[in-house]
């Protein structure tokens, strides 16, 4: 529904979407972000301020949702960074062939329908020795926990715009062509832990 779209959902995904947890591993991964970087998801732009301003020459930014880029623009003028702000016409992404160093997805490949297609993607635009920065829901190891996720699957596709908590985001990348370069894995809340297990890290193409 457009309205719940526009604005229940991006008032949820903009108060909600960065505690105490959530921001400490914001601050470990995004500063090694360098060169021209592609931000995929960008959604309200909380990202931003988390970049080093020293080592990003230009931010490309793409969120199809026109609510959510009205709130990233707010945090593009508190920072120095380059942004260039970019639609989702189709399913491409409207740059060309290995012209991006850095492409970040936070909160994104475990939200978009065509998790394949949108990695094959990514390594399109990637240059040769280009780094992917991840940090995504991912499916628990632990039976129980999975199962509450299982549960809680319909209600959060709903609720967050298509979040499925149970991709395996890591193997979904080297099904994509990339070379996982380290990955992290936690509970960032003891509850409810099955909406908490999150991946992190970075990948290149192989």
């Known amino acids: 529904m457009p ?8 008032y949820l995904v903009d108060k ?16 090694l972000a360098e060169g021209i ?3 995929i998801g960008v959604g309200s732009g909380v ?13 490309y930014a793409l969120e199809p949702n026109a609510r959510m880029i009205r709130l990233a623009e707010r945090r593009r003028i508190q920072t120095q960074l380059d942004i ?3 639609d989702l016409p189709g399913e491409r992404i409207p ?7 850095t492409v970040v997805s936070t909160f994104t490949l475990c939200t978009v329908p065509g ?3 949108a990695i094959g993607g990514l390594g399109r635009v990637l240059r040769p020795n280009g780094r992917l920065i991840f940090f995504e829901h991912a499916i628990s190891p632990d039976p129980q926990v999975r199962r509450w996720q299982d549960r809680w699957a319909p209600i959060l596709y709903r609720v967050f715009e298509g979040l499925r908590l149970t991709r395996d985001i890591p193997a979904l990348l080297v099904e994509g062509g990339f070379q ?15 909406w908490t297990y999150f991946c992190w890290g970075t990948a290149i193409m192989a």
């Open 115 to 117: 998790a394949l297609e």
């Open 95 to 101: 740059l060309e062939n290995a012209t991006v160093d």
């Open 47 to 59: 990202n931003f301020a988390y970049y080093d301003p020293e080592k990003v020459t230009r931010l």
């Open 84 to 86: 260039d702000f970019l």
């Open 16 to 31: 909600l979407g960065n505690p105490p947890p959530i921001r400490e591993i914001r601050q470990r991964i995004l500063p």
């Open 37 to 39: 970087v592609l931000e």
């Open 3 to 10: 309205f719940y779209r526009d604005h229940v959902y991006t």
């Open 180 to 194: 996982i370069e380290r990955v992290e894995t936690a509970y960032l809340a003891q509850f409810p832990k099955s």
